[in-house]
């Protein structure tokens, strides 16, 4: 029996026949997925084992720029006492940026570049004690105005001297983080941020104009309207524009803009997302903006934990989304890369559904193969279509040079949806010049969570287990016969299986330009 979608009552494809149009001009895919990774928060860069998983990400997943909130924080030192006056009752505060510019030198040392992110306010700072969740980040803001402005302008003319500027050139700086979640990141009202916005902005310019000031990095993308305005009317525009966007942020109330039917403004909506992420892009269209737009915090869901999270319905959800979305916007990077996070508690489970694509030990999740496979696509996009294709099933094929790379994902229309076989088929360009090679996320395959299962789901791992799960946890390739190559009166096709909720990339080297 079909599998059966409630939502628009008609059975599923049992199969997809894809029809890509290869003898059509070829049109530029930005890989807008990858370039920036998120790191909850700043002083986790000191840790050996955050840098290793960067250098994994930039390896293998195109990181470029890391976002940690929190460099400012009391734990960073940024602002506190000088210990050559201890002997003294009210020592006077001074700027220190010696662990920031440890975490700034094992960047670049690694080949990454900071986001510099304006985040949070230092204690001796703050007009009161907010702080928050488990991080003790102060969310209030600035007692005097001025103070904050120095702060930061002494910290980008640090920066600049330390580096130079054509290194700092280079950057992109963040303003805050989601100061509309009022006493949740940032205490003080629309009006309030839009005058630190103004006054944290001069500061950069002031070092060097040309230096790409951006925000508001608002949740459920609200105040981008209200925010241009404000900052156009004060002389202080963005240089470019950050929004923050999860597939349950519906669950909050009416979200605007959304750029889609009534009935997927609903959290259950698997298209949630794109859709506000399409309603944004036509929003700024309309107001003129002519800048970068950056989604750096987007996923399925907020929610902290979460089982569907660590499995193939989400590498199938994120190639989905990308598909539908990619192109409207210049970077999208999915909340987080890995599980060293600490906001509501820090994880001690190997695995709980936390945020992370990497695991505490650095084991790649679905997620994680999920943006390795959507890497390797090449830059010319193919336009195709296809029998199957619909809301739920999506195809991005490219062709560079010789090299045919064919994208699929399958999402269901339900959580609870047992894993379904799907076929696929492709007509060729010509004839391969190799064994075509596929990939496959699944309930099993590609997915590190099976071999867990395997050991008993132990919650904490020994080293040995560690060590064996580290040994079973590269991107595979299936079997030269999971693929079948013939040559019919049309030409060459290739047929592959996959998995219903799950992702296949075939890629293969054809014989020549046809």
């Known amino acids: 029996m079909m599998p059966w ?270 859709r506000a992420i399409r309603g944004t892009r036509r929003l700024l269209d309309k107001l003129g903006f002519r800048g970068e737009l950056h989604w750096n915090e987007w996923g399925r869901t907020w929610h902290p934990c979460d089982e569907l999270r660590e499995s193939a319905t989400e590498a199938a959800w994120i190639v989905t989304t990308m598909a539908e979305v990619s192109q409207t916007a210049d970077r999208f990077a999915y909340w987080c890369l890995s599980d060293i996070y600490d906001q509501v508690g820090y994880g001690a489970e190997a695995f709980c559904g936390h945020y992370g694509m990497l695991s505490l030990q650095g084991l790649r999740k679905p997620s994680y193969i999920a943006h390795q496979l959507l890497e390797r696509l090449g830059h010319k996009q193919v336009s195709t279509s296809g029998a199957g294709l619909d809301a739920h099933h999506h195809a991005m094929v490219t062709r560079d040079g010789d090299q045919v790379r064919v994208l699929v994902s399958a999402l269901p229309d339900s959580a609870e949806a047992v894993p379904t076989p799907l076929s696929v088929e492709v007509p060729l360009p010509g004839r391969p010049a190799e064994t075509p090679r596929l990939y496959r996320v699944g309930d099993r395959e590609n997915n590190i969570l099976a071999t867990w299962r395997e050991l008993g789901a132990p919650p904490v791992l020994s080293r040995a287990q560690t060590a064996a799960l580290q040994a079973a946890n590269g991107l595979t390739v299936a079997t030269a016969s999971a693929v079948r190559v013939e040559k019919g009166p049309g030409g060459w096709t290739a047929t592959f299986s996959m998995e219903n909720p799950g992702v296949a990339l075939l890629e293969t080297a054809m014989m020549g330009r046809s």
């Not at 105005?145 to 302008?153: D, I």
Request: glycine content about 6%.
């Open 5 to 274: 979608c409630r939502r628009c009552h008609r059975e599923l494809p049992k199969g997809i026949a894809l029809k890509p149009a290869w003898n059509r001009p070829l049109t530029l895919l930005r890989h807008t997925w990858a370039g920036l990774v998120n790191i909850d928060q700043f002083r986790w860069l000191v840790r050996r084992d955050v840098q290793e998983q960067l250098v994994l990400a930039e390896r293998e997943i195109g990181a470029k720029h890391v976002r940690a909130v929190g460099m400012f924080d009391d734990e960073m030192r940024a602002i506190g006492p000088d210990p050559r006056q201890w002997r003294e009752k009210d020592p006077r505060p001074r700027t220190n940026f010696q662990i920031v510019d440890y975490v700034i030198d094992s960047l670049l040392d690694r080949g990454l570049q900071p986001m510099f992110t304006t985040t949070f306010m230092p204690g001796a700072l703050a007009a009161g004690e907010r702080t928050v969740f488990t991080t003790r980040s102060r969310v209030d803001p600035p007692r005097d105005m001025a103070e904050w402005a120095r702060l930061v302008r002494s910290s980008v003319m640090h920066a600049r001297d330390r580096y130079g500027l054509d290194v700092i050139g280079g950057w992109y700086y963040e303003v805050w983080n989601e100061p509309n979640l009022r006493n949740s990141f940032f205490s003080g009202t629309q009006t309030d941020f839009f005058e630190l916005w103004r006054a944290t902005r001069d500061a950069i310019k002031s070092v060097d104009a040309d230096l790409r000031v951006g925000g508001p990095s608002t949740a459920r993308v609200e105040w981008i309207p209200e925010f241009l305005d404000w900052s156009r009317s004060h002389d202080c525009a963005p240089d470019y524009l950050i929004a923050h966007i999860y597939g349950n942020d519906g669950a909050s109330g009416a979200l605007s803009p959304f750029d889609g039917p009534q009935e997927e403004r609903e959290t259950r909506s698997p298209h949630f997302a794109s």
